[in-house]
T-cell receptor, first 111, second 115 residues
Framework: SQQGEEDPQALSIQEGENATMNCSYK?????LQWYRQNSGRGLVHLIL?????REKHSGRLRVTLDTSKKSSSLLITASRAADTASYFC???????????FGAGTRLFVKA | DGGITQSPKYLFRKEGQNVTLSCEQN?????MYWYRQDPGQGLRLIYY???????QKGDIAEGYSVSREKKESFPLTVTSAQKNPTAFYLC??????????????FGPGTRLTVL
């Protein structure tokens, strides 16, 4: 089973609305990262949050981390059509070498 | 896609053939990774290398092989033993594997189709 599981699997919103994606994981972690993937392309790193942090901002992105619930959320404010992509959370399972990716949330922003 | 390149972009293979996917980085990163992505799915780790001349199996290494003779290069060979090789293959690198704040930088991917 996957370490990181995103919810929802797919999300469709209007331009200007906010988009919220959630990620749950199973083991202890040192950090959690969010990546973005445009269709047929490689992944691009968006933001990293450490296990001792609760919230982090980067431009229109806001990430929260609740280690007691083993969950994280990614909020994209004032979405744009160009935000249409798949978003993945990734964790270091038990603080190990490997980065474990979830199955992703597919976001579609309608212009 | 940063300083990491993959070639070719599209690759077609006949059953029973071995094919090699290229991955090169000019980021001076120690660690490199190969992932497989199936439609609508996340990434699964095939092999990773933390340093030159060393590599480890990931979660789905069967039917694949790699080499790491140079820091810049980490080619992946998909052998005839891989029963279902049609997928999107992504190569990534990071400054140092095992570091707590290790961000991975991805190439543009190679889409392999078995005919």
């Amino acid at each position: 089973s996957q370490q990181g599981e995103e919810d929802p699997q797919a999300l469709s919103i209007q331009e200007g609305e906010n988009a919220t994606m959630n990620c749950s994981y199973k083991t202890s972690i040192n950090n959690l990262q969010w990546y973005r993937q445009n269709s047929g392309r490689g992944l691009v790193h968006l933001i990293l949050i450490r296990s001792n942090e609760r919230e982090k901002h980067s431009g229109r992105l806001r990430v929260t981390l609740d280690t007691s619930k083993k969950s994280s959320s990614l909020l994209i404010t004032a979405s744009r059509a160009a935000d249409t992509a798949s978003y993945f959370c990734a964790t270091d399972e038990n603080g190990g070498f490997k980065t474990i990716f979830g199955a992703g949330t597919r976001l579609f922003v309608k212009a | 896609d940063g300083g990491i390149t993959q070639s070719p972009k599209y690759l077609f293979r006949k059953e029973g053939q071995n094919v090699t996917l290229s991955c090169e980085q000019n980021l001076n990163h120690d660690a490199m990774y190969w992932y497989r992505q199936d439609p609508g799915q996340g990434l699964r780790l095939i092999y990773y290398s933390q340093i030159v001349n060393d590599f480890q199996k990931g979660d789905i290494a069967e039917g694949y092989s790699v080499s790491r003779e140079k820091k810049e290069s980490f080619p992946l060979t998909v052998t005839s033993a891989q029963k279902n090789p049609t997928a999107f293959y992504l190569c990534a690198s990071s400054m140092k594997s095992g570091a707590v704040t290790d961000t991975q930088y991805f190439g543009p991917g190679t889409r392999l189709t078995v005919l």
